[in-house]
């Protein structure tokens, strides 16, 4: 193929990595008459849809032919699996309960107070576990400073633009979509953001909403943002060589959740089949309607047996064997757990209300804390770029270099266990004062010296008075009368 293979996907804005996954490297498709969204990113788009629709339950519409396909192989008439189990939408919460469920803590040189308050104000702590979320069901989270404020933006909006000789990096990030819907409710625009380091370019074009065509741009202008950086910023999950998006949490086990599905549908099934009583007995004991011309059984009647051997009016109790089928379902929730990387966070619900230490919790937690901790790595620069940025549009000083962020598990810390090990360690000494012990209860400086000063009282009018031994010959010299007597 050689180079002109090379330069011919290069002109045209789309650039095929070595396994062939096709991604944007210049603004063409956004020429008039180009189709929106651009073809390469159609599978993607469709992935993020099909994942939203799995995190909103919506199980038996996604997988409807599915089903109904498992129905036909196993010749069964009813393929509406309605009961749904939605692990996707457990995944991604526990995912952002490991990493963020329990806000970080941040540190800076300067004025963290006053940065923690903005943080505050902005529902920072929310944007962020909402990111967490978009990185599990769709494998990015994506982030844009509007002002002086933050907002999220959808990742089936965000198209970037990749340099065409490193197509890891990014050079633009587009986000687009479109707008103004026409009295049938179909979209008349596409609104278009072009961010590039320090600006952002906004554009509107006409839209023909039967075909995705775009039509002609209507209107562009430029608006500068005095960052160093992207307005638009991206969280990611695991990455690999060949692409710049992160793989999402979903793929890898939407066959099994979609089995277990459907074997808890045949179970239950059968179970209904079976719910309503049957009966065996004398054709003696039938009654015959002259209205419907049916015989039925009057179980209001008394039937009486003249020998013991005839045959008795009783219920026919129905032995199913299921046992084959909740072994498989075992073993696929086994499945489940290990490529989720949840294991007891899913088996137990986090200790399935068992008394236990911090210690065990933890270790019962090692699976969902590694795979916490590897996103936290993966992200931790974009977290405190979000941070820094934040902070620059506000007017607070923050610096990159100096700002830390230590990310929490989000499990209980076992106090008395700390406690132990550190008195341990030190040989049975204090290993904090009194003030630091009042302040790790959230008090104030001002609420601490309060109650320590509450305490020196109490002690002081709880403590007996001392008496002292009083000497008579206090006050007399040795030269006195009575001196050397004895």
Same mark, same amino acid.
């Given at each position: 193929?050689?180079?002109?293979?090379?330069?011919?996907?290069?002109?045209?804005?789309?650039?095929?990595?070595?396994?062939?996954?096709?991604?944007?490297?210049? %603004?063409?498709?956004?020429?008039?008459?180009?189709?929106?969204?651009?073809?390469?990113?159609?599978?993607?788009?469709e992935?993020?849809?099909?994942?939203?629709q799995?995190?909103?339950?919506?199980?038996? *519409?996604?997988?409807? &032919?599915?089903?109904?396909?498992?129905?036909?192989?196993?010749?069964?008439?009813?393929?509406?699996?309605?009961?749904?189990?939605?692990?996707? /939408?457990?995944?991604?919460?526990?995912?952002?309960?490991?990493?963020? @469920?329990?806000?970080?803590? %941040?540190?800076?040189?300067?004025?963290?107070?006053?940065?923690? $308050? %903005?943080?505050?104000? %902005?529902?920072?702590?929310?944007?962020?576990?909402?990111?967490?979320?978009?990185?599990?069901?769709?494998?990015?989270?994506?982030?844009k400073?509007?002002? *002086? $404020?933050?907002?999220?933006?959808?990742?089936?909006?965000?198209?970037?633009?990749?340099?065409?000789?490193?197509?890891?990096?990014?050079?633009?990030?587009?986000?687009?979509?479109?707008?103004?819907?026409?009295?049938? @409710?179909?979209?008349?625009?596409?609104?278009?953001?072009?961010?590039?380091?320090?600006?952002?370019?906004q554009?509107?074009?006409?839209? $023909?909403?039967?075909? @995705?065509?775009?039509?002609?741009?209507?209107?562009?202008?430029?608006?500068?943002?005095?960052?160093?950086?992207?307005?638009?910023?991206?969280?990611?999950?695991?990455?690999?060589? @060949?692409?710049?998006?992160?793989?999402?949490?979903?793929?890898?086990?939407? !066959?099994?959740?979609? *089995?277990?599905?459907?074997?808890?549908?045949?179970?239950?099934?059968?179970?209904?089949?079976?719910?309503?009583?049957?009966?065996?007995?004398?054709?003696?004991?039938?009654?015959?309607?002259?209205?419907?011309?049916?015989?039925?059984?009057?179980l209001?009647?008394?039937?009486?047996?003249?020998?013991?051997? &005839?045959?008795?009016? !009783?219920?026919?109790?129905? &032995?199913?064997?299921?046992?084959?089928?909740?072994?498989?379902?075992?073993?696929?929730? /086994? /499945?489940?757990?290990?490529?989720?990387?949840?294991?007891?966070?899913?088996?137990?619900?986090?200790?399935?209300?068992e008394?236990?230490s911090?210690?065990?919790?933890?270790?019962?937690?090692?699976?969902?804390?590694i795979?916490?901790?590897?996103?936290?790595a993966?992200?931790?620069?974009?977290?405190?770029?979000?941070?820094?940025?934040?902070?620059?549009?506000?007017?607070?000083?923050?610096?990159?270099?100096?700002?830390?962020?230590?990310?929490?598990?989000?499990l209980?810390?076992?106090?008395v266990?700390?406690?132990?090990?550190?008195?341990?360690?030190?040989?049975?000494?204090?290993?904090?004062?009194?003030?630091?012990?009042?302040?790790?209860?959230g008090?104030?400086?001002?609420?601490?010296?309060?109650?320590?000063? /509450?305490? $020196?009282?109490?002690?002081?009018?709880?403590?007996?008075?001392?008496?002292?031994v009083?000497?008579?010959n206090?006050?007399? !010299?040795?030269?006195?009368?009575?001196?050397?007597?004895?």
């Amino acid at each position: 193929m050689g180079w002109s293979w090379y330069a011919g996907l290069a002109a045209s804005g789309l650039m095929s990595n070595i396994r062939g996954i096709i991604m944007l490297t210049n %603004l063409n498709w956004l020429n008039e008459g180009a189709t929106y969204p651009p073809p390469s990113e159609k599978k993607r788009i469709e992935r993020y849809r099909l994942h939203e629709q799995l995190f909103l339950s919506q199980h038996p *519409k996604v997988w409807e &032919d599915v089903f109904r396909e498992l129905a036909r192989r196993h010749k069964k008439n009813d393929h509406q699996a309605e009961t749904v189990i939605n692990y996707q /939408q457990l995944l991604s919460k526990k995912t952002a309960d490991f990493i963020c @469920g329990e806000p970080p803590t %941040l540190e800076t040189e300067d004025d963290t107070d006053k940065l923690e $308050r %903005l943080l505050d104000q %902005l529902q920072w702590h929310t944007r962020l576990y909402e990111g967490f979320i978009d990185v599990s069901r769709y494998g990015n989270g994506v982030f844009k400073l509007i002002g *002086k $404020r933050l907002t999220q933006v959808s990742p089936l909006y965000w198209f970037p633009i990749v340099d065409p000789s490193d197509l890891k990096t990014i050079i633009q990030h587009v986000i687009a979509y479109p707008i103004t819907p026409d009295k049938d @409710g179909n979209m008349t625009e596409l609104y278009v953001e072009v961010h590039e380091k320090g600006k952002i370019e906004q554009r509107i074009y006409g839209y $023909r909403a039967d075909n @995705g065509e775009i039509g002609k741009l209507k209107s562009q202008k430029v608006e500068r943002t005095n960052l160093d950086d992207f307005a638009v910023q991206v969280l990611t999950n695991v990455t690999h060589s @060949g692409d710049i998006y992160g793989i999402d949490d979903y793929a890898i086990i939407n !066959s099994i959740v979609a *089995k277990i599905m459907w074997r808890l549908h045949c179970a239950d099934t059968i179970l209904d089949k079976h719910s309503e009583p049957s009966m065996s007995g004398p054709s003696s004991a039938l009654e015959y309607d002259e209205r419907t011309g049916m015989y039925f059984l009057n179980l209001g009647n008394y039937f009486q047996r003249n020998k013991t051997d &005839d045959p008795d009016v !009783s219920y026919i109790t129905w &032995d199913g064997n299921l046992e084959a089928n909740f072994k498989e379902l075992d073993l696929l929730f /086994q /499945q489940l757990y290990t490529l989720t990387e949840m294991g007891q966070a899913f088996a137990e619900g986090g200790g399935g209300g068992e008394a236990s230490s911090g210690t065990a919790l933890k270790l019962r937690m090692v699976s969902p804390r590694i795979k916490a901790a590897r996103l936290t790595a993966i992200n931790a620069a974009a977290v405190k770029q979000v941070v820094a940025l934040l902070a620059k549009v506000n007017g607070i000083s923050v610096d990159y270099d100096t700002l830390s962020i230590t990310w929490n598990d989000g499990l209980p810390d076992d106090e008395v266990e700390e406690v132990n090990t550190l008195t341990t360690a030190t040989g049975g000494k204090a290993i904090m004062s009194q003030y630091s012990a009042l302040k790790r209860r959230g008090l104030t400086d001002e609420e601490v010296e309060a109650e320590l000063e /509450q305490m $020196r009282q109490e002690q002081a009018a709880s403590s007996p008075f001392p008496l002292g031994v009083v000497d008579q010959n206090a006050g007399t !010299s040795g030269d006195g009368p009575g001196a050397g007597d004895e």
